[in-house]
């Protein structure tokens, strides 16, 4: 199947510090990457849509200027949660699309494991 | 309504089958996955299933699907100490858009 790396796969930070997780395409083109979060013991949480060469779009709840996305390229999308603070500690998971056949699969990254103190 | 239910937990034996279920809301999902997480780590898809299909078996899985009561189940045979994870389901619409996840099955496997 197709690769999603994701990077860091765990941070540690301090408060009020901002810390950007890479999430790439590895052997495909992504027009469309997801960006979930998950907390312990429960379900993904989408977070937002990145969208290549576009502003992303945002769920409800979500503040976009603390969860800074950029998709640059077709193969990657960043995330960086700025002014970190400790409720900002989770799991950060990244997603990705790809036609094959008439399904599209979705890929997922390793996820990034952030701490913040 | 895009909602996916899932029991939260599962325990069994190893050597012996188990079964997760899940229901989903939206009669227009056209395929319908199950992601295993295991501690710390990505989700990894097991298997898909079309929504045209009824049955879908792939080694130690297999996937039944009723249609009609909007009902997934995945079963594993022979189940194995490793196959202890977080189970999700998930259902897909079209085109680009995010997958629609459950709250996830805690499958514990006591040897």
């Known amino acids: 199947g197709a690769v999603v790396s994701q990077h860091p796969s765990w941070v540690i930070c301090k408060s009020g510090t901002s810390v950007k997780i890479e999430c790439r395409s590895l052997d495909f083109q992504a027009t469309t990457m997801f960006w979930y979060r998950q907390f312990p013991k429960q379900s993904l949480m989408l977070m937002a849509t990145?969208?290549?060469?576009?502003?992303?779009?945002?769920e409800q709840g979500v503040e976009k200027d603390k969860f800074l996305i950029n998709h640059a390229s077709l193969t990657l999308s960043t995330l960086t949660v700025t002014s970190a603070h400790p409720e900002d500690s989770s799991f950060y998971i990244c997603?990705?699309?790809?036609?094959?056949?008439?399904?599209?699969?979705?890929?997922f990254g390793q996820g990034t494991r952030l701490t913040v103190v | 309504g895009e909602d996916v239910e899932q029991s939260l937990f599962l325990s069994v034996r190893e050597g012996d089958s188990s079964v997760i279920n899940c229901t989903y809301t939206d009669s227009s999902s056209t395929y319908l996955y199950w992601y295993k997480q295991e501690p710390g780590a990505g989700l990894q898809l097991l298997t898909y299933?079309?929504?045209?299909?009824d049955m879908k078996q792939d080694q130690r899985l297999t996937v039944l699907l009723n249609k009609k009561d909007k009902h997934l189940s995945l079963r594993i045979a022979d189940t194995q100490t490793g196959d202890s994870a977080i189970y999700f389901c998930?259902?897909?619409?079209?085109?680009?858009?995010?997958?629609?996840f459950g709250k996830g099955t805690r499958l514990s496997v006591i040897a």
């Open positions: 299933i079309f929504s045209n299909m």
């Open positions: 997603s990705a699309r790809v036609l094959q056949e008439m399904n599209t699969e979705a890929f």
């Open positions: 990145s969208n290549e060469g576009s502003k992303a779009t945002y």
């Open positions: 998930a259902e897909n619409f079209s085109g680009n858009t995010p997958l629609v």
